[in-house]
């Protein structure tokens, strides 16, 4: 059995219509239910050799099908199992009706389930067919097995995690491992499922790549295959490892350190020149504290006007430490035709009357990026933000197509989104990202990027993950200025490995 590492990712609509792809192209279905169930009994031999009783709960549908089938391959093991069934196991239809037959066994309700020391139970409940809160009853099975603390195999999902937003519909099993099929899905990387999944195994049943990525749509864990192709240094000579020139607009004297952390993580993700624009009162700030990065003074509109016009800048980077205001308001319409990074301040500068934003990117390439954690997407979009139907990816995409955006849409399961459509779930941040500064240093790595002539989607995406890559190297006890330390280093693995 393969096991595939991929980065695509398939709603469970899409995987519902691989597997109608598969049917129609001639590949028996009950091929593929057999498949499943055979890496789940895999799965549960190789995570828990030690197991005294297999207790395989089984739903109405087909992920109880893979049940089935796990049950029977585990008794042909001689491994002990109990089989329990929500609904009448005579009603089942199609490829799990076989499955139940394959099994042959003693089946009893699942309300009689009782949790012994030594089960391992495999959780057959629901996966991709879950279309409602799960009732009463099994809520209670769900939590009689977690206070007997026995672990849980999770066939596809873990029971009552939506596939698609990872959100638990009433209550979920949390389980020790899941083994999916073909591809993750994305409820198995955004919160709160990722952390119901355990340690993910993927299966290849059997289904052609081809179909597979025929049927998936656009949505994929973030890395490399989505913007590799864009980084200058790739097949390029040494002399294009550096290039572009960033602006950094930097706060007053008081609230110098965020942009200056901003512009230093610029630097070291690779862009050619940075400058950090400071107003007149944080000028002896700033230079008391740079030395690669150049210092420009800002005050006004027309002193910004005048830079625009006589430097060759690529791309700015406005709102670490910068100050809620008019200011930012008028210095974002200045820029509104430049790759721009708009973060922290810069953003909620604009929470009355966010369509002034909007208009002001409409057109041309997509070339601004907003980088909001859950608060900053509150105050620009706060229908999206409050639509308890939508998913993280929906939200963000839905945002990006209204703000003519690339959308960091931050959280410990950043998702990122681009106008077009594509949608990337970011997974390589580290739990001790979320400290102060690393937002800050995150808006400096997407603005080299973007100095360096990656588009807004591709430059975000690729600043989000060089974040978790640095935050990787810096350790548990980092700083944000440990961390922009690493961009550099997180930079040239990322170069060694094209
Ligand atoms: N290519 C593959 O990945 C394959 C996956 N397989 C497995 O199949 C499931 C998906 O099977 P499906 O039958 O579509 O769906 P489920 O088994 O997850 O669930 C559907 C049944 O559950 C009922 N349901 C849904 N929600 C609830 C709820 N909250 N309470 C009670 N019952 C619920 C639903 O009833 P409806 O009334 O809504 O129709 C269905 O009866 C996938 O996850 C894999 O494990 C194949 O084995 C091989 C190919
Ligand atoms: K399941």
Redesign the pocket.
Known sequence: MAYLPSNILLT?EE??R??RM?AESGIP?FG??RR??YAVAATALSHFPAAVRFAVLC????????GYVAARQLADGGAEISVHA?GDPDDLKG??ALAFQLWGGSVAPLREFQPQPGDVVID?L??????????DE?AGVISSVERAGVPVLA???PSGVDGRSGKP??AAFKAHCTIT??TRKPGHLLLPGKSLCGDIEVAD?G?PRRIIEAAGGSISENGPPIWSAHLPFVGADSHKYRRGHLAVFSGETSKTGAARLSAIAGLKTGAGLVTLASPEDAMAANAAQLTAVMLKKVDTNAELSDWLENAKLSAFVLGPGFGVGSRARDFVLALKDSPLVLDADGITSFRDDPAILFDAFEDGETHLVLTPHDGEFGRLFPDIAADETLSKPDKALKAARRAHAAIVYKGADTVIASPDGRVAINTNGPPWLATAGSGDVLAGMIGAFLAQGLPAFEAAAAGVYLHGEAAGLAGPYMTAEDLAGQAGHAMADLVARF
């Open positions: 469970p995987m519902a691989a597997d598969s279905s593929l239910m499943a169930g739903g109405p549908g087909n992920n109880g099908g893979d929500l490829d799990a057959a629901f996966g991709a067919g879950l279309s409602r809160k799960v009732s099994i066939v596809d999902l519909l009433g099929f073909m049943i289904i």
